[in-house]
């Protein structure tokens, strides 16, 4: 099955400090790739959409400037908060899809938690 | 905008028993996917089942089923002979073109 990867799983930083989060597709090629944000007992929010060599399209209320996000190849996203804030911290679930088939599915990374002091 | 709404925040099980799970939706789409997926205590979000809108049909997986009524907007997900490891958030969620908009979730908690 197709696999999505993380790192780190779990970041502990200073307020103010700047962290990446990195999702890789293992075994296939990811045309898009999706950023997703869950607090504790809630559902997930997409973030914003990036597609291979183009830039990320944010959703509504989602700040491109502090929340950055590269896809600079088929099997590799990446996430970074800058100047990060205690409520900034939360669960960051990517997820990466093949472009093909009629379901297009999306296969969702094991997540990374976020923890700003 | 397309809207998902789970209206149960938990349910509760006895083990080997079954369980429905509801999910209603909002779209003027006529085509569009649905899914359910599992949230464990891990975090990992897994695929339960997906339901195409053309097809009359309601997939199967197993133990777990859909009740896919489009003309209501609805899509609950049985669960049959639920075991201890069922034990974890549901997420009904809907799909048109990229996106996955995902209900507030369901938890469930199954009893021994």
């Known amino acids: 099955g197709a696999v999505v990867s993380q790192h780190p799983s779990w970041v502990i930083c200073k307020s103010g400090t700047s962290v990446k989060i990195e999702c890789r597709s293992l075994?296939?090629?990811?045309?898009?790739m999706f950023w997703y944000r869950q607090f504790p007992k809630q559902s997930l929010m997409l973030m914003a959409t990036s597609n291979e060599g183009s830039k990320a399209t944010y959703e509504q209320g989602v700040e491109k400037d502090k929340f950055l996000i590269n896809h600079a190849s088929l099997t590799l996203s990446t996430l970074t908060v800058t100047s990060a804030h205690p409520e900034d911290s939360s669960f960051y679930i990517c997820?990466?899809?093949?472009?093909?088939?009629?379901?297009?599915?999306?296969?969702f990374g094991p997540g990374t938690r976020l923890t700003v002091l | 905008a397309q809207t998902v709404t789970q209206s149960q925040p938990e349910m509760s099980v006895q083990e080997a028993e079954t369980v429905t799970l509801s999910c209603t939706y909002d779209t003027s789409e006529s085509d569009y996917y649905l899914f359910w997926y599992k949230q464990p205590p891990s975090r990992q979000m897994i695929l339960v089942i997906r339901q195409e809108a053309y097809k009359q049909q309601n997939a199967t997986e197993n133990r777990f089923s859909v009740n896919f009524q489009k003309a209501a907007k609805s899509f609950s997900l049985k669960i049959s002979d639920s075991q201890l490891g069922d034990a974890a958030m549901y997420f009904c969620a809907y799909r048109n073109g990229n996106k996955l908009v995902f209900g507030a979730g369901t938890i469930l908690r199954v009893k021994s």
């Open positions: 075994d296939f090629q990811a045309t898009t």
């Open positions: 997820s990466a899809a093949t472009g093909r088939g009629s379901y297009n599915e999306q296969f």
